[in-house]
């Protein structure tokens, strides 16, 4: 069964750091997009960053800078480090990948379960 599987988040103060951990698991052929996205309270779920195959990265305009996404594909891992985060960043952090599962099939869309930031003194 295949699975994303976050893990890293938890509560840190304003100005502090967290890493984030997204590990794809199961019948994989290809991951094509890894990436991250959050969804605070009463709100939508936006992009935070994604990253290809190819490491080629995009980021939601607000977080540049303070965010880093990169993969480790021998590993099917994805890593979000967000520093100097703000209580704003609080929200639960989806981790997504575009991936397909045999050879010649259609990509599909997969989410993890959520990890919750929180950033409060």
């Known amino acids: 069964q295949l699975q994303l599987v976050e893990s890293g988040g938890g509560l840190v103060q304003p100005g502090g750091s967290l890493r984030l951990s997204c590990a794809a698991s199961?019948?994989?052929?290809?991951?094509?997009?890894m990436g991250w996205y959050r969804q605070a309270p009463e709100k939508q779920r936006e992009l935070v960053a994604t990253i290809t195959s190819g490491d080629s990265t995009n980021y939601a305009d607000s977080l540049k800078g303070r965010f880093t996404i990169s993969r480790d594909n021998a590993k099917n891992t994805v890593y979000l480090q967000m520093n100097s985060l703000k209580p704003e960043d609080t929200a639960v952090y989806y981790c997504?990948?575009?991936?397909?599962?045999?050879?010649?099939?259609?990509?599909?869309?997969?989410w993890g379960q959520g990890t919750q930031v929180t950033v409060s003194s």
């Open positions: 997504n990948a575009v991936l397909n599962t045999k050879r010649w099939s259609t990509p599909n869309n997969y």
């Open positions: 199961g019948s994989i052929f290809t991951i094509y997009h």
